[in-house]
């Protein structure tokens, strides 16, 4: 950073700190955590965008930005302690705005895909708009993802928790949903701690996740196909070709879907096993071991880079979890420093209720009905060794 460019983030903390001690969050002792905001520019619809960036003492730093509540960058040390940008992404507003790929958003109203692109509550049917072959994918064609959410730091500047209010029909989806995500960087570890909180006015379907995607050596540092995985689940939902589940929960023992021993995740993904072919290598929703037996937040993946030795472990309440293993990016989306993101150039790690929930009975439900307040938690843990 300039010596400009260092008094205008100043100025901007100073900025920030003001708003926080109006909103009455400061602490007396002063701030736990750090926040920086600066303006990442001008959306085309006109609304000006910031970018806040959390920071600790123990070399980790997130930079969030509230157009689509997205995370934009996440440098963790390596073993060496020398820290790395490991989220894909862009340097620009303009990047986010035009992607395709939905690099660090929340997703929703309903993440990943919705069958036909309809679903029914109490007999009444919901036609969504199709934006992904006969399907209806992360939310519709504007989803959470393109959305301005409203930012405001909380928890002794450890946490930013953003909200938006998606409205009645807003791409075909029931009720005014009003939805709050908040995202914390403790003081004293290296993890990103992601809350989510919703409530509604009628009856309505929701599927909340982020969909970052790692490369624990670095973004833009080559494939994830050494990563070494393990998913703390005995089954996974098989799909059809347009990667909708079939209902059916299957074992993942004797599959190139075992991931309960760590394994690389290049290992097998070629393999030609029929649900490998669909999704063009993993793009699947595993039955965490949580939704059989445990209650709370509890250990669903973990996936460590032996060249940097960074490890990231994913927490969550949540049922299941996407693994995603990049395999529709072609390198076409230009990235940070302008560095082109190859196919499997990272993964993702969506923690979620299961695809399709609204049409298969038997999978946990993801109705939300007014008067009940919707909760979920997820955490990335980073380490090195
Ligand atoms: C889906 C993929 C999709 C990707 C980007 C993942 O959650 O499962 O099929 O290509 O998101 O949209």
């Excluded at 992607?99 to 919901?126: E, H, L, M, P, W």
Aim: proline share 4%; aromatic share 10%.
């Amino acid at each position: 950073m300039t010596a400009k460019q260092n008094a205008r983030a100043l100025l901007c903390a100073l900025l920030f700190v003001g708003e926080l001690s109006l909103a009455g969050s400061l602490s007396s002792q002063g701030m736990r955590g750090i926040i920086r905001k600066e303006s990442f520019g001008k959306a085309a619809s006109g609304a000006r965008i910031d970018l806040y960036t959390l920071s600790n003492k123990k070399g980790m730093e997130v930079a969030i930005t509230n157009f689509g509540a997205t995370v934009v960058a996440l440098k963790v040390p390596d073993r060496a302690g020398k820290a790395a940008d490991v989220v894909l992404g862009f340097d620009t507003l303009e990047g986010y705005e035009n992607g395709t790929a939905y690099f660090g958003a929340t997703v929703g109203r309903y993440g990943n895909r919705i069958g036909g692109g309809q679903f029914s509550i109490d007999g009444k049917t919901y036609t969504l708009p199709k934006n992904n072959g006969n399907n209806t994918l992360h939310g519709g064609i504007v989803g959470f993802n393109k959305k301005v959410w409203k930012a405001i730091a909380a928890k002794d500047g450890e946490s930013l928790e953003m909200s938006y209010l998606s409205v009645d029909g807003e791409e075909g989806f029931p009720g005014n949903l009003s939805v709050k995500v908040a995202f914390t960087l403790p003081a004293d570890r290296n993890e990103l701690k992601i809350d989510y909180t919703a409530t509604t006015d009628q009856d309505t379907v929701l599927n909340l996740t982020n969909h970052s995607y790692f490369n624990l050596a670095g973004e833009g540092n080559g494939d994830i196909l050494d990563h070494v995985l393990m998913l703390h689940a005995k089954r996974f939902t098989p799909v059809d070709k347009t990667l909708i589940p079939t209902g059916e929960l299957r074992d993942v023992a004797g599959t190139p879907l075992d991931f309960t021993t760590a394994t690389a995740i290049g290992k097998r993904i070629s393999e030609n096993y029929e649900q490998l072919v669909f999704g063009k290598g993993y793009d699947h929703n595993w039955v965490l071991a949580r939704a059989e037996s445990e209650k709370g937040l509890t250990l669903a993946a973990e996936a460590y880079d032996p060249k940097s030795g960074r490890k990231l472990e994913v927490l969550t309440t949540e049922p299941g979890v996407q693994f995603y293993s990049g395999n529709f990016l072609d390198g076409s989306a230009k990235g940070k420093g302008n560095k082109a993101y190859g196919q499997r150039a990272a993964f993702c790690l969506e923690t979620q209720h299961f695809p399709d929930s609204p049409n298969h009975p038997n999978f946990p439900g993801t109705l939300l009905k007014p008067n009940s307040v919707f909760h979920s938690q997820t955490v990335f843990r980073f380490s090195a060794k």
